[in-house]
């Protein structure tokens, strides 16, 4: 079955330390993934995405994912964190052509320290 | 350039009652998609439709949930006798036409409507 599992409901780290968001997916071809960010009483902006090439894909607000296939992972990383950055961050797959019908994970919640 | 609109942003109902919650998809998208989320839960997928389509409703609970997507117009899900484990937010998402050249667009989301049942 399809699915994604994002381990870590809840992060808390301190302003300026990195930070390592999990994602494992389990999909039967090679999917397209995504991150997405949700502020509270938001809707979800697109941090990034990967269809293919390059494994390392840059995204907006300083976030970088690393696609690794042996894995089944897509962990969303930023090597210094802003308070502004908190927030619940959701990984979510899709078919590779054709029309994105997402499946998310359960998303993880980010809280920054001062 | 606006966005995915949805409204209303907030809506209140009774048990028993009909929620209807409207989705305009970004300009020069003609595909819409209708998720949606449960408290302390990810997205979760419910239908697919185009222009006076459905594609996928495999999300859709079977009973008192129905969408269209009209030639003109906001595409509009409605849901009949609502019920408390209806309450919820649900979003709008919306992708340009599929084509080769479209064939790997992210959905853009709107902002959601907060459903919640008294």
């Known amino acids: 079955a399809q699915s994604v599992t994002q381990p870590d409901i809840h992060i808390t780290v301190s302003e300026g330390a990195s930070l390592e968001l999990r994602c494992n997916y389990s999909y039967g071809a090679t999917p397209y993934l995504f991150w997405y960010v949700q502020s509270p009483g938001q809707g979800l902006q697109l941090l990034l995405k990967y269809f293919s090439g390059d494994t390392l894909v840059q995204g907006i607000k300083g976030f970088e994912a690393e696609f690794k296939r042996s894995q089944s992972s897509f962990n969303l990383r930023k090597p210094s964190v802003h308070w502004s950055d908190a927030a619940e961050y959701f990984c979510?797959?899709?078919?590779?052509?054709?029309?994105?019908?997402?499946?998310f994970g359960a998303g993880t919640r980010l809280a920054v320290h001062p | 350039n606006a966005g995915v609109m949805q409204n209303p942003r907030h809506l209140v109902r009774r048990r028993g009652q009909e929620a209807r919650l409207r989705c305009s998809p970004m300009k020069g998208h003609s595909h819409v998609y209708w998720y949606r989320q449960l408290p302390e839960e990810g997205l979760k997928f419910m239908v697919y439709?185009?222009?006076?389509?459905?594609?996928?409703e495999s999300g859709m609970p079977k009973e008192r949930f129905s969408a269209e997507f009209p030639k003109e117009g906001p595409s509009i899900l409605r849901i009949q006798q609502v019920v408390r484990g209806d309450s919820a937010a649900y979003f709008c998402?919306?992708?340009?036409?599929?084509?080769?050249?479209?064939?790997?667009?992210?959905?853009?989301f709107g902002d959601g409507t907060r459903l919640s049942i008294l």
């Open positions: 439709l185009q222009k006076e389509n459905i594609i996928d």
């Open positions: 998402a919306s992708s340009p036409r599929f084509t080769e050249a479209f064939s790997n667009q992210p959905q853009h």
């Open positions: 979510a797959v899709g078919p590779s052509g054709g029309y994105n019908k997402l499946i």
